[in-house]
């Protein structure tokens, strides 16, 4: 997973948006003074921050791969930030609680991940992640298939990813089988964005990334462009604003004693 997929300026601009879903996650976690806390995927850490707030004893630890994102983490006694790659994560003892949101739909290997992570946990540990379930919505199929087109598809082509997540489903159906009681479900957010291009202005944030970093800057500016046209086609400005459908896949799983 590369350093580069974020743009903290950018995530930051629909903070209130990315973090509601981490707020619903939190909520299905039921652990009991955790002694040990980590944020894999953290960002730049203020939502690690409201962990050590819901578990005013716990250590709490926030993993991520993006250098800038960690330059970004607030500081606090019980609070540590580390740059690494979720990947590579070993913690130095027992995890009470992992979370990771909206990190695993960039990691291929995800699934064989999730059952290490579940070796880390304590006994009567949690494992909490949500991953987007909107691939087959507009602002992925759009990138996609300009992608593919003729004009981008040597620089870009090899950047589409289809499906890279799974349904809630397949994940109960894994962690049960690792011997966790597991709650699965899925949420689709209606996401009201403010101003003009405003779908674009989301997804330049993370989902574009890849493209940009690969581009000349001429060549990201017609990209950019082209995929601004049809964004804006597929999500029409209302006065109002531009409605955002959004699902999102969420699974909290308790480790057996």
């Known amino acids: 997973m590369g350093s580069d997929i974020w743009d903290p300026a950018v995530y930051r601009a629909y903070a209130d948006e990315r973090s509601r879903p981490f707020r619903d996650l939190l909520a299905r976690v039921a652990a009991r003074n955790p002694a040990y806390v980590v944020d894999l995927g953290c960002g730049t850490g203020e939502l690690t921050a409201e962990l050590a707030g819901r578990w005013p004893t716990a250590t709490v630890h926030g993993v991520d791969s ?6 970004k983490a607030p500081g606090g006694e019980r609070l540590g930030f580390e740059v690494a790659d979720v990947r590579d994560w070993r913690p130095s003892r ?7 949101n909206a990190v695993l739909q960039w990691v291929p290997e995800h699934r064989e991940l999730l059952a290490r992570w579940v070796t880390h946990l304590t ?3 949690w494992l909490a992640f949500q991953v987007p379930g909107n ?7 759009v990138i996609r298939g300009l992608c593919r087109t ?3 598809r040597d620089e870009l082509g090899d950047l589409v990813r289809d499906a890279p997540v799974g349904e809630p489903v397949e994940y109960l ?4 089988g690792l011997g966790c009681a ?4 899925e949420t689709t957010y209606i996401h009201v964005l403010p101003g003009a291009d405003a779908v674009l202005g989301w997804v330049r944030g993370t989902a574009l990334r890849p493209m940009f970093n690969r581009l000349s800057p001429d060549r990201h500016a017609a990209f950019l462009a ?10 029409p400005r209302r006065p109002y604003g531009t409605a955002f459908p959004f699902r999102r896949i969420f699974v909290v799983a308790r480790k057996k004693e």
Do not use: K, N, Q
């Open 94 to 100: 027992p995890v009470d609680v992992i979370v990771s």
């Open 123 to 125: 006994p009567d540990g």
């Open 150 to 152: 003729p004009a981008w």
């Open 135 to 141: 691939f087959d919505a507009p602002s992925h199929t």
């Open 66 to 71: 993006s250098a800038s994102m960690i330059e």
């Open 182 to 185: 597991v709650d699965a479900w």
């Open 173 to 176: 159906e894994l962690l049960a």
């Open 226 to 235: 082209e995929c601004g046209r049809l964004l804006a086609e597929a999500y």
